[in-house]
C-alpha cells in the first residue's frame, strides 16, 4: 500500500527518444509534483499540478511535458531526451492547505546514452 | 522566491558525536519548514517539520530542530549520531501563501563512522 508509486524505477534510454515515467499516489492529495534530482544531489522543482491544472512550470524546456488523467496521477513524457536529462526524478504529493508536507516517491533513475 | 542554504556540505563524524546541520532560508514572509532525510539509494523521508508554534520541534530518529525567525534559521541537531544516520539531509521550505511547492536547499551528506 505504497502511498506515491513511481514506474519504472530505473530507465536506460539512448538519445533522442521519447519516455514516459507514471505516478500514483493514493493519498488523496490534491496537488502532485515532479523534482529533478541532479548528479550533486540538487532537488529543483520542475511541475506542481492541482487538481489537474498546472500552477507552477520553472524554466524547464517543453521537451518535459506533465499529464494528470486524473487527481491521482501524474505522469512525465519527456521528448528528445538528451544527455543531460540524466537524473533522479522524484514525484512527490501534498494536501492542499497552508500546514501539509510533501511525500515523495522511490525516484526514477534516468540515464541517458 | 523562496531559498535555501545549506552551508555544510558533507560532514563526517564518529558514532556518538553529536550533530548540528545549519540552514537559513530567504523569505519575507510566513514560511513552514522541513527538514528531509535521504538514505542511499532511497526516497526523501521526512525527518520534522515546524509549521507554528514552539520553535524546538522534535522529529523521527532522535532528532530535532530549532527555527530562529531573527536568523531565519532552522538548524538540524541530533545529540548522538548512530552509523545508520549515514545519509544526505535536506533543508525546505515553502510558503504559506501561494503555491505549496517546496524549495530545498542543497542538501548535506552526512557521513557516520563506526
Known amino acids: 500500500d505504497t502511498a506515491v508509486s513511481q514506474t519504472p524505477k530505473y530507465l536506460v534510454t539512448q538519445m533522442g527518444n521519447d519516455k514516459s515515467i507514471k505516478c500514483e499516489q493514493n493519498?488523496?492529495?490534491?496537488?502532485m509534483y515532479w523534482y529533478k534530482q541532479d548528479s550533486k544531489k540538487f532537488l529543483k522543482i520542475m511541475f506542481s499540478?492541482?487538481?489537474?491544472?498546472?500552477?507552477i512550470n520553472e524554466t524547464v524546456p517543453n521537451r518535459f511535458s506533465p499529464k494528470s488523467p486524473d487527481k491521482a496521477h501524474l505522469n512525465l513524457h519527456i521528448n528528445s531526451l538528451e544527455l543531460g536529462d540524466s537524473a533522479v526524478y522524484f514525484c512527490?504529493?501534498?494536501?492542499?492547505?497552508?500546514?501539509?508536507?510533501?511525500?515523495f516517491g522511490q525516484g526514477t533513475r534516468l540515464t541517458v546514452v | 522566491a523562496q531559498s535555501v542554504s545549506q552551508h555544510n556540505h558533507h560532514v563526517i563524524l564518529s558514532e556518538a558525536a553529536s550533530l548540528e546541520l545549519g540552514c537559513n532560508y530567504s523569505?519575507?514572509?510566513?514560511?513552514?519548514l522541513f527538514w528531509y532525510v535521504q538514505y542511499p539509494g532511497q526516497h526523501l523521508q521526512l525527518l520534522l517539520k515546524?509549521?507554528?508554534?514552539?520553535?524546538l520541534v522534535k522529529g523521527i530518529k532522535g532528532f530535532e530542530a530549532e527555527f530562529i525567525k531573527s536568523k531565519f534559521s532552522f538548524n538540524l541537531r541530533k545529540p548522538s549520531v548512530q552509523w545508520s544516520d549515514t545519509a544526505e539531509y535536506f533543508c525546505?521550505?515553502?510558503?504559506?501563501?501561494?503555491?505549496?511547492?517546496?524549495?530545498f536547499g542543497t542538501g548535506t551528506r552526512l557521513t557516520v563512522i563506526p
Open positions: 512527490a504529493s501534498s494536501q492542499d492547505g497552508i500546514n501539509t508536507e510533501a511525500f
Open positions: 493519498l488523496g492529495h490534491d496537488t
Open positions: 499540478y492541482n487538481n489537474k491544472e498546472l500552477i
Open positions: 523569505y519575507g514572509g510566513t514560511v513552514n
Open positions: 515546524y509549521f507554528s508554534g514552539d520553535p
Open positions: 525546505a521550505v515553502n510558503a504559506r501563501t501561494g503555491a505549496n511547492n517546496l524549495f
